[in-house]
């Protein structure tokens, strides 16, 4: 057998892929699948603590279906399988999500989950069965530079590519990490995984936040914080009132749909106060900023004394854009932006590239 090698499996199309490539490559691999996107009333767990048993609904890449069809690959390749319970630990994620809605804010629980969770209780159980490496099936790479640093990289398929969401990971973690699907297109996985005889080849995607279902994170607030004061006006730029909303943690910057008024030209959310409960609403153009405050920034490099040029990426799916970074001590950082960036939401990530490497990011508040 090879070095051993703890794969995240969530019982998807890529990360069943990865155990295939693996497991071909002659790794010692052990799955795990991390049950923590379930509800406590959604399912019940075995008296051993570890195997989910049926749930009575799906609820992203995290429920007991999606256990099962990752067990089944583990099953067919001849791999190990443990399915452990994070409950405990991914309420934390869930009382950030909540915390930041409130304050204003607009989360992004996916890069807390990574940070926390995936590459971090992930590499804490594969430290206790003495595996050399964790893998995922994220759609990033990792690579030795001359210098004899480790990189990551961007993604080979450009329109699936999530190195925005690591930028958080640890940068002494990225030796011993393995992407074994980043360096190939969506396609050729989807084909692999049929080649292998995966039932899961034409599985769907999950795009949705696995403790929100059907994206109602508002409706998921009044579940698991209780009824909130929020409610409050509409303002715009100049503080005139335009109507009232039911709650501010229903909005995000740059929201234009659903905001329940009618106006004679688009209007967007510009601005959330919490403290005055007022949503402020203007046009497209005063969404524009040219400088993006960020802090708790993460380096992926040495971490830079000075101000430096390279690209940014305020939101997943947002093209990168020129800008300058201006580092401080003190861990925040400024981004002036070479052109106007529009829709920066604090709460997000911002995340820089040189090319196809990512040097690290921040939080944008």
Not at 303 to 316: D, H, L, M, T, W
Request: net charge neutral.
């Amino acid at each position: 057998m090879g070095e051993r090698v703890v794969l995240a499996m969530s019982g998807g199309v890529d990360s069943s892929a990865a155990a295939v490539l693996l497991h071909q490559q002659g790794y010692d691999v052990v799955g795990l699948f991390m049950r923590s996107g379930e509800s406590e009333s959604a399912c019940s767990i075995e008296n051993t603590g570890l195997l989910p048993i049926a749930a009575p609904h799906r609820q992203g890449c995290c429920s007991a279906e999606d256990a099962a069809d990752a067990r089944r690959v583990a099953d067919r390749l001849g791999i190990p399988f443990h399915a452990l319970n994070f409950r405990d630990e991914f309420r934390r994620i869930k009382d950030y999500f909540a915390d930041e809605y409130l304050a204003g804010r607009t989360p992004n629980p996916c890069v807390q989950c990574n940070n926390w969770l995936k590459f971090g209780k992930l590499w804490d159980f594969a430290q206790q069965i003495d595996a050399r490496y964790i893998a995922t099936g994220h759609y990033a790479q990792t690579a030795r530079q001359a210098d004899g640093s480790w990189a990551l990289l961007a993604g080979e398929d450009s329109t699936k590519d999530q190195s925005y969401v690591l930028f958080g990971i640890r940068q002494s973690l990225l030796p011993s990490i393995l992407f074994p699907v980043g360096g190939s297109e969506k396609t050729e996985i989807r084909r692999l995984a049929r080649e292998a005889g995966l039932r899961v080849a034409d599985k769907k995607d999950s795009y949705e936040i696995c403790f929100v279902p059907d994206q109602d994170h508002a409706g998921f607030l009044r579940n698991f914080r209780g009824p909130q004061e929020t409610a409050g006006d509409f303002v715009d730029l100049e503080g005139n009132v335009l109507g009232k909303h039911d709650g501010y943690e229903r909005f995000t910057i740059g929201q234009r749909k659903g905001l329940g008024l009618a106006f004679g030209e688009p209007r967007f959310v510009i601005r959330i106060d919490p403290q005055s409960k007022q949503v402020v609403l203007g046009r497209h153009e005063d969404l524009a900023v040219s400088v993006i405050p960020v802090h708790q920034t993460n380096w992926l490099v040495t971490p830079p004394q000075a101000a430096f040029s390279c690209e940014v990426k305020v939101r997943y799916r947002q093209r990168s854009e020129s800008c300058t970074v201006i580092p401080a001590a003190d861990g925040t950082a400024r981004i002036e932006t070479q052109a106007p960036v529009f829709g920066v939401a604090p709460g997000q990530a911002a995340v820089f590239y040189d090319g196809r490497r990512v040097l690290g990011g921040g939080w944008i508040c």
